[in-house]
């Protein structure tokens, strides 16, 4: 048994996070959050540079070719610094979808552009608040025609190409649209984390092809959903370990009542069952990327668990951070609320807490 | 990354398998679930398990970590996992040896003398002698170093006095450690001393005591005037907290500790009974839970097998693995509580005969919260985890510094 990550692995895991350091302190998640800029460009250019976002893309696409297990340590590395780039759209979903159902001619026009940064890409699904299934979709495909809603779709305002799923001739059915085109309409939609853009998508008769089978969209998209699942754990993952490092060391050097915070036991305590819930998020979010890396028959079952304990974990961590900062953590100055709010962006972005768990129970 | 066995490691399970397959029965639906505490363990089934345990001896599968020279093995960890893994897939008698070869044993082989190790070990081995640990008391559980069982010597002997609670098997044991105090005006932790002492020795007085769920797995013990030779004592005098650290350190040590959560059994369940007229499995708060507890039981699994990787590559699991215990012991209970609940006003049932799973939910709920106050309380393992794994103050203390006499006490539980 080696459940563990490779000496390599974790050595790219280390450069990214010697990078990510130097070039994307919190600082700039702040900036990204509180200026008018959707997102970083210059670490999005940074991010292209190093090889990231063409990480799983295979050579001839114009990628890195690794396997997952090396994607995992760079979003664990993205998470921790809460990088403000669209990289989960484009990478975990645009690029998963186009690599897993992508004709050779859609691969050729799309990845390499994905890997050095050019194109943003991004995953249209829900339409409405409170949908979490793939049945009530009601954006339709005619004549290679697409018409309807889709919101809200992350980073839709600064995506190049979405995935859409949409009802075609035979059903659910995935499709690539550009977004720059007559027949969509994108607008920004006011974030609850705006290090992190979102937006409304209407299209109108906008052009779109075919991606993968026609009517195969609902298994598609669930395949997608959990290969996504998987990677943005890691990012969860990384989100956690550092809210979680950053409140330790704050209730070591707070004193209260003539000690610091950090020696009282209802704190202790606390810490206690947050390392708990974090160390749990970081095997089960292994589990995923094992199966991930091997496409292995278990990997419905480990998305759900890895996407469930990190989602918590974060939850819990990024709440209990607020807490044991007292004031200053309610306050705008200090990052706590950088966390919070982003622990929301990344658990409701592939779909809610309720919604994966339900998945779970049929996939026991 | 990968679950597979290094290609020695594949080898070793083969050869455990291939002696497990010509000497016991791979274990089917229907068999007794584990007996964690010993409840069950009647003379009969005491007899069973000191036959199997035998059996193992003669075959070379017991005590596999120990020194070959004391009749051990001398395996690596990860292989006695592998062993573990094996032997538990087998229907085999309860384990009520593990008090004595997962911590007694390695105490003696770490404290004992040359003659100490050869007198008790081959004994232990072979599941002939059980042994018993005779640490908790009436005022001291948690805080271990405040027991008051007093020693004083007498020529070639000691004489002890006092009582011991909450022993594990002593009404099946033959022998026991004790650490009882030597010196009531050093300080609390410098005043105790270890020994061994046999369970038949006159002055001995054994009580059982009844758990909630009526299970009689442990006792109180009373010692009035036990002679206990000083051949007998492990380590120097005064020493005895220092030996009881190394028997608490294998306590943690005996990894594994699954929930014993079946969630086959917990999903037949809510497809059995109903909510509203459909099938309690389609209920979503239902699913919610289930899939709250399949996660947690997981993600105490999938931490494990990262102890066992680092196991494989020679490291040494620390405090980190006390989450295994404070986690999985809270979601089996959880999880218990859950399953009655399915069963609407037949979770206040326990007739086997009119209880779904034969009331083996209502059980595990009477049962569990035995587990998660043995061998460390779950606060004990917060602070465990808090002062040993992440480093925060310890807990600020009225007994450092003084007399153990002069420590402010109340009296004992029980
Ligand atoms: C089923 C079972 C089998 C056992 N078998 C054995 C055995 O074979 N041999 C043996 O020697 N002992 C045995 N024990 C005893 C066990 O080790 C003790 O019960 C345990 O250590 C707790 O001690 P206590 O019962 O004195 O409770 P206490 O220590 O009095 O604890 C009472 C409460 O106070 C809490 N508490 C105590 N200290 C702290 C602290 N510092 N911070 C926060 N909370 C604290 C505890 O968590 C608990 O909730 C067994 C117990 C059980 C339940």
């Known amino acids: 048994m080696n459940f563990d990550f490779s000496d390599d692995q974790k050595l790219l895991q ?10 994307a302190p919190l600082s700039v998640c ?90 943003i890409g991004t995953f249209a699904l829900t339409e409405k608040p409170g949908q979490n299934d793939v049945e009530s979709i009601t954006a339709k ?97 990384g989100a956690a370990q550092a809210c979680f490092e950053a409140t330790r060391e704050f209730t070591l050097g707070r004193y209260a009542f003539g000690r610091p915070v950090a020696s009282f036991q209802a704190i202790k305590h606390r810490l206690a069952d947050m390392w708990c819930e974090l160390e749990m998020a970081r ?57 919070y709010r982003r622990a929301k962006a990344l658990g409701a972005a592939l779909g809610s807490l309720a919604a994966w768990k339900d998945k779970l129970v049929d996939r026991i | 990354m990968d679950f597979n066995d290094t290609p020695e490691e594949a080898a070793f399970r083969a050869e455990a398998r291939s002696w497990l397959d010509a000497n016991a029965d791979l274990k089917k639906a229907g068999d007794a679930a584990a007996d964690v505490l010993g409840e069950r363990a009647t003379p009969e089934i005491v007899k069973q398990a000191q036959a199997w345990q035998k059996k193992k001896a003669d075959g070379g599968w017991a005590c596999l970590t120990w020194p070959k020279e004391y009749g051990g093995r001398g395996v690596t960890p990860i292989q006695n996992v592998i062993w573990n893994q094996e ?49 908790s008391e009436p005022s001291a559980g948690s805080d271990l170093a405040g ?8 020529g070639d002997d000691w004489i002890v006095n006092g009582q011991k609670i909450w022993t594990t098997g002593a009404h099946f044991c033959e022998w026991g450690i004790l650490v009882v105090r030597s010196d009531p005006n050093a300080a609390k932790h410098a005043g105790l001393t270890y020994f061994v002492v046999d369970m038949n020795s006159p002055g001995v007085e054994i009580r059982p005591i009844t758990q909630i769920n009526g299970g009689q797995g442990f006792n109180e013990v009373f010692f009035t005037d036990v002679r206990i030779p000083d051949s007998q004592r492990l380590d120097a005098v005064g020493n005895g907290w220092q030996v009881a650290l190394t028997t608490l350190m294998n306590e943690r040590a005996s990894i594994g500790g699954g929930s014993g959560a079946d969630f086959g059994e917990l999903i037949n369940l809510a497809k ?45 699991p620390g405090p980190e693995s006390s989450l295994g215990k404070l986690v999985g012991a809270k979601n089996a209970q959880d999880m218990a509580a859950f399953a009655m609940e399915l069963q609407g006003a037949a979770g206040m049932t326990l007739d086997p005969n009119e209880t779904p799973a034969q009331g083996e939910w209502q059980g595990r709920y009477l049962g ?47």
């Not at chain 2, 229907?91 to 008790?120: A, D, S, V, Y």
């Open chain 1, 14 to 23: 280390q450069t990214a996070r010697d990078y990510l350091t130097e070039q």
């Open chain 1, 30 to 119: 702040r900036e990204i959050l509180e200026g008018d800029q959707p997102f970083k460009k210059e670490l999005w250019a940074g991010a292209a540079e190093m090889g990231w976002l063409g990480t799983v893309i295979p050579e001839e696409y114009g990628g890195a070719g690794f396997g997952h297990l090396e994607l995992a340590m760079i979003a664990e590395e993205l998470g921790r610094s809460l990088a403000p780039i669209p990289f989960g759209s484009s990478v975990y979903c645009a690029s998963e979808a186009l690599i897993k159902a992508g004709t050779d001619e859609q691969k050729k026009k799309y990845l390499p552009q994905l890997a050095n940064g050019e194109r």
């Open chain 1, 141 to 237: 495909v005619a004549g290679g025609q697409l018409s309807g809603t889709k919101m809200p779709v992350a980073d839709g305002d600064v995506a190049d190409f979405a995935v859409v799923a949409a009802v075609g001739d035979k059903g659910l059915s995935l499709y690539l649209v550009d977004l720059d085109q007559s027949g969509v309409r994108r607008t920004a939609l006011q974030a609850l984390d705006p290090s992190r853009s979102i937006a409304r998508l209407d299209f109108d008769n906008a052009e779109a092809t075919l991606l993968g089978e026609e009517g195969q969209g609902a298994a598609l998209a669930s395949n997608l959903l959990d290969r996504a699942a998987v990677l943005m754990a890691f990012e969860q993952l």
């Open chain 1, 283 to 339: 095997s089960n979010a292994y589990y995923g990327a094992w199966a991930l890396s091997g496409e292995e028959p278990e990997l419905p079952m480990a998305a759900c668990i890895a996407r469930i304990q990190a989602t918590e974990a974060l939850d819990l961590i990024s709440l209990e951070m607020i807490q044991m900062h007292g004031g200053v953590g309610y306050t705008w100055e200090y990052d706590c609320h950088l966390f």
């Open chain 2, 87 to 135: 032997e538990s897939r087998y229907n085999t008698p309860p384990n009520i040896f593990g008090i004595g070869l997962g911590m007694c044993g390695p105490t003696i082989l770490t404290h004992g003398n040359e003659e100490q190790k050869k007198r008790w070990i081959p004994e232990m081995m072979t599941g002939q002698k059980i042994w018993c640990q005779l640490f």
């Open chain 2, 147 to 154: 027991l008051r069982s007093t020693a004083v010597r007498d």
């Open chain 2, 272 to 316: 059995s009974v109903e909510i509203n007229g459909r099938p309690a499995l389609e209920d979503s708060a239902v699913r919610q839970q289930i899939a709250r507890f399949y996660t947690r039981s997981k993600g105490v699994a999938m931490t494990g097998n990262r102890t066992l990787s680092a196991l494989s590559q020679g490291k040494t």
């Open chain 2, 368 to 414: 569990i919260p035995g587990l998660r106050i043995a061998g460390g309380t779950d606060e004990i393992l917060r602070n465990i985890i808090s002062e040993r794994v992440l480093g925060l103050p310890p807990e600020s203390r009225a007994d450092k510094g003084i007399a153990f006499k002069d420590i402010p006490t109340g009296p004992p539980s029980r």
